[in-house]
Each structure stands twice: as C-alpha cells, then as structure tokens.
C-alpha cells in the first residue's frame, strides 16, 4: 500500500462505524443498561468484564486492561494491521479510502489493480463473444441465459498463453500491475511471464461494492488440472475472506437468510431460479472470516453440500467454523442433496420449488446425530450403555466449549444431559468448570496481564481540568459551546494539572465538530496521552447530568482556580516589574467580575 490515508478520512470513517455491532458479529454481547458486556476475547475468564461503551464508540476489559476503538478490535482480534484493519472497515460502510493529497501516488497501487482487473473483465467477456463454441456451450449444455452471462460478466481466456498478456501487458508498468493482480504468472525455470488463467471460463469476482478484486477459472476439459482455479492471494483478493455472489445477494432489502454452496455454477443456477439470496464459498471449505461477514447481515445460514461423504465431511468442517459464532440470534441449517446431485444439476433438473422444499436440517440436529453415529448410538435411548453415554459426553464436550456462554450453548447442553441421563447442572460443571485451551481465534494481548490503570470511581475523585475531559470525550461538541475568550485565559494562564491535555483536546474537537473519542484516542495512540485518556474515558457519568451546563459551570470554576494560582503566585514575589503589576490589576479585576 502506498500513499498516506487521509486523517480527515479516519476521523469520518470512525463516526460511521457502530462498535456495538462490529464487535457483536465476533463476540456475543449482552445489555447491561448503558453499556454492552461480554467475556473478554483478548484473555480467558468466566465473569465479563469486557465493556463496550457505546456513547464514545469504545470498548475497555477491566481484567487485562485491553483498550481501543473498531480500529483497535479488528488489529487485534482479526490480527490485521492498521491499514488493513481501516480497509476492512471502509468496506464493511461501503466507502473507499480516502489518501491524502500530496501523498500519494498520481495512480496508487489499489486503483491500478482495480483498473486492470476491470480491463481483463471486459477482454474476457469479449473473447467469449467472439467464440461461439464456448458461448454454446455456456448456452445449451449449461444452460445459462443471456441475461445471467450479463449480470454475472462471464467471461473466456483464449487456450494461447499470452493473450492478456499481449493485450494488456503493452509496457513494464501494466506488466507489473498484471503480475500484482494475479492476472499473469512469471515461470520459475525461465522466468517468462504467461497468462494464468487458459483456454477456461472466467468468472468475476466482485468485493461488496462490485469491484472486481479475482477471478476463479473452470476447466473445459477433463485434463486440465485443477478443475478449478482462483486468483492468487493479492493485495485486494484473499480467498479465505471472499464470497462469490455476495455483492449480488446483498442487494435485496430485506435479507434474513442466505444459501451457502460450493461452486460458482452453483451459486449462478440458484440467482438463475430465482433465488437471489445465495454465495459461494469458491469451491474452499467454508471459512471463519466468510461466516462472520455474513453473520454480520444475515442472522440464518443454509448450507448446501452433496449427499457423499464429502458433502458430509464439508458440512461437519463448517460446523465446527461456525460453533464459535453462535447465539441464540443466529442460526444455522444444513441441506444435504442425494449423492449424484450438486445445486447446480438439482435445480435444473427439478426446479427451484423442490430444492427449496429439501429438509433442512438444524446444526444442533447435524451434530449430536454425526456423533451418535460415530458410537453406534442405540435407539430408544435406554438400551445405550454407561460407556456409550460416557464417549457421547467426551466427543460432545470439545464442540459444546467451542460455544459461546448462552441460552444457545445451555440448550445444547440441555439435549446432552437428557441423552446421557445426567443432572445438566452437573454436566455443566464438569464441562466448563475444567481448566481448557483459549477458544479458536482468542488470543491474550500479552502472556501478562496489562498493568492496571488507577481506580476512578467518579467525577469527584477528578480536577476539574480532567473533569473537562471526561465531558469532552463523551460529547466531543461541547467545544462548540466554549467562548473565544475563555480559551484565550486558559492559554494566557499558567498552565498546571491536565490543561495542556484540556487545551490540545478543545483545539483538536473545535476544528472536527463530529469527531468522536474513537477518533480522539486514535489521534493520540501511542503519544504521552493514551494511557490517561484511557483512565478517563471510563469514568461513569450520571446520564440525567446536563452536560453542557456541568462543561459551562467547570470552566468557569477552572479559570476561577487559575486565576486564583496566579495571583497568589505573583503577590508572594519580593517584587514586580511593571508587566507583572498590570497583569496582577487584570486579575483583580477578572476575578471580582467573575464573582460579583
């Protein structure tokens, strides 16, 4: 990445984001009257203390001292690093990041890959216009229409090659950016450059704002290996992170759930019957970062594998992925098809009502039934053994850990001590209450806790600059309210206590009326500032306190003070110069005006 990000972009981006519903969609959260709760995803407890504080967009865990803004979370949880924690964000409110002026390149590397991905997308498309087998072939033997070929920019890549590579690759520069997008490929043994994808049908694939950032290939012959083939991973293309379709599904208003299939012809036949709300995982398992994007939309999943064995072993990886992402707002449902069929070939052959007819079955069905048959469970019930009881509690144990603590996680628990003929407080105890590894994806900021910040219990314990910065930081427009001439004194006085901090705060909030303590802890993360705004930001205010009234009447009382220090600073001189002598009248005077 070059060029810098403009901060104005950063402070806006911040102002856009919700905290409270970036965090919920990896960690389950609770109410807790102002404030949302949840055991902390940064070291392992049982009790919460990990707050989220919605009015100033910031979480902070009272047990490990972690810190931050959605900046800071995705950094740390998604273990990005802050460009690609800002990137993640700009997409998830569907903006582009902003560079600064002057900074950054006449054409930056993210506009380049974008242009010539756009320009291999429509040489693509034009190749398989100009290729009548091919198009036949997408016509009559996969029976796709004009309109869907459109919609979804199906494109060819000529058997030659260096096609693209002649195309587009016409000096050094778009040679780079062809290599950087994946679209060609440089050979170990010679180093020559050829084009990656080759006598296949390409298909787009778009980020969730349409652009495309990859492209998957399929073969059109039984010898080619693989079947198929992705882009390689490159600065706008992570497959792990991507779904084929999604910028297509996300379109409909009222999304509540979503097909999750393998394929992209899969996917396409579904959108082609009429059911739009649909993605595919790009022939991968499906991943953590795919599940949490969609759960971020969507509260239901439906997963749609082929009937074999490894449908069946596809379905069970997706349900270990999801465990960690469940509550009792999300659910997932799996659809197993008869073992010759795919999505693609059922649907065509029996229309969309019946597929959407098939029995869907609940995770929590799928799992305790694959490990029931993994031990030859007996039915009824009664006929199992102490010991085949025993082995279903081990197998499910692993999995029930990997839930979050819920309504969800106890009904799981629930069916389990009603399978094994146990006390479910006892199954409880014994299942939770053992010592275990981190959940997947958590991870503790340090092997250490983080040394802990002093204890402020409220307002009082607090001067009354810091008392300032505390309503500063919770209402950031308060500065908006302050008179030209009181900011004047505090500049014009001694400065003692926290009034720098108070000062560089008002300037900061004064020249970005929206920012918010997001944007403000951002701004000074890293400097001598972070740890006491930190202290501050979690001082509980009275929500019936009228802020800008309390703000008003603290300034006055602050200016009151200093006022008051420098008086008593200058008579207990020996002597004055004439300067001082004026300086002390003024004060007299002020202080007598500001108490009458």
């Known amino acids: 990445m070059t060029g810098t990000i403009s901060r104005n972009f950063i402070d806006d981006l911040l102002t856009r984001v919700d905290i409270v519903q970036l965090v919920n969609s990896y960690v389950p959260l609770r109410k807790a009257g102002r404030y949302f709760t949840a055991c902390c995803p940064f070291h392992q407890e049982k009790t919460p203390s990990f707050i989220i504080f919605p009015e100033n967009q910031h979480y902070h865990c009272f047990g490990c001292g972690a810190h931050g803004t959605s900046i800071t979370f995705l950094m740390e949880y998604c273990r990005l690093n802050y460009v690609e924690a800002i990137q993640e964000l700009a997409t998830q409110v ?10 950054s390149p006449k054409y930056s590397e993210p506009s380049a890959l974008y242009d010539i991905l756009a320009q291999a997308a429509t040489y693509y498309q034009q190749q398989l216009l100009n290729n009548p087998p091919i198009l036949n072939y997408l016509r009559e033997t996969r029976k796709l229409t004009d309109q869907i070929l459109h919609d979804f920019n199906l494109g060819y890549a000529p058997g030659d090659r260096d096609n ?14 062809l290599l950087k997008a994946g679209l060609i490929k440089q050979l170990e043994n010679t180093g020559h450059l050829q084009d990656r994808f080759c006598h296949r049908v390409v298909f787009p694939i778009h980020d969730r704002q349409g652009r495309i950032i990859g492209f998957g290939g399929r073969a059109l012959t039984q010898q080619q290996v693989p079947k198929y083939l992705n882009s390689p991973e490159t600065p706008l293309f992570q497959k792990g992170r991507e779904l084929y379709g999604w910028y297509f599904a996300r379109k409909i208003r009222q999304l509540h759930s979503v097909f999750v299939v393998e394929g992209y012809l899969d ?21 953590r970062d795919q599940l949490i994007r969609l759960f971020q939309e969507v509260p239901k999943l439906i997963f749609c594998f082929d009937g074999d064995a490894a449908g069946r072993q596809a379905a069970w990886r997706a349900l270990e992925t999801a465990l960690p992402l469940l509550h009792s707002e999300r659910q997932v449902y799996f659809i197993f098809l008869p073992e010759t069929e795919d999505p693609d070939s059922f649907i065509r052959k029996h229309g969309p009502d019946p597929f959407q007819k098939l029995p869907q079955i609940p995770l929590s069905d799928l799992l305790f039934s694959t490990l029931k048959n993994q031990i030859n469970w007996q039915t009824p019930d009664e006929r199992n053994s102490a010991e085949q009881r025993s082995l279903l509690i081990e197998k499910a144990k692993k999995l029930l850990k990997l839930l979050p603590s819920g309504i969800y996680q106890h009904s799981l628990l629930q069916q389990l001590a009603e399978d094994s003929r146990l006390p479910v407080e006892k199954l409880s105890d014994w299942i939770f209450n053992q010592p275990s590894t981190p959940k997947s994806g958590y991870r503790p900021i340090s092997p250490t806790p983080a040394p802990q910040l002093p204890n402020i219990k409220s307002l009082r314990d607090l001067s009354i600059a810091e008392q300032m910065i505390v309503f500063l930081l919770q209402q950031p427009n308060l500065s908006q309210h302050l008179q030209a001439t009181d900011y004047q004194k505090l500049i014009s006085l001694k400065q003692q206590d926290n009034v720098q901090l108070l000062l560089e705060l008002l300037s900061l909030t004064q ?17 001598v500032y972070e740890q006491r705004l930190k202290q501050l930001a979690n001082v509980d ?56």
């Open 94 to 103: 569907g903006v582009e990041v902003v560079y600064e002026t002057g900074h």
């Open 511 to 527: 020249q970005n009326p929206q920012m918010t303590y997001a944007g403000i802890y951002e701004h000074w993360q890293g400097t």
């Open 164 to 177: 693209l590579l002649r195309t587009l690759g016409t000096n050094s520069e778009k040679k780079s950016w």
């Open 267 to 287: 996917l396409i036949a579904l959108v082609q019957h009429n059911i739009p709300n649909g993605v595919a995982t790009l022939g991968t398992a499906t991943t």
């Open 541 to 596: 205010i009275d929500s019936k306190l009228n802020k800008e009234q309390e703000f008003a009447d603290a300034m006055n009382r602050l200016l009151n003070y200093m006022i008051k220090q420098r008086i008593q600073d200058l008579t207990q001189k020996n002597s004055l110069s004439v300067e001082e002598s004026q300086e002390l009248q003024d004060l007299f005077a002020e202080l007598k005006k500001s108490n009458p």
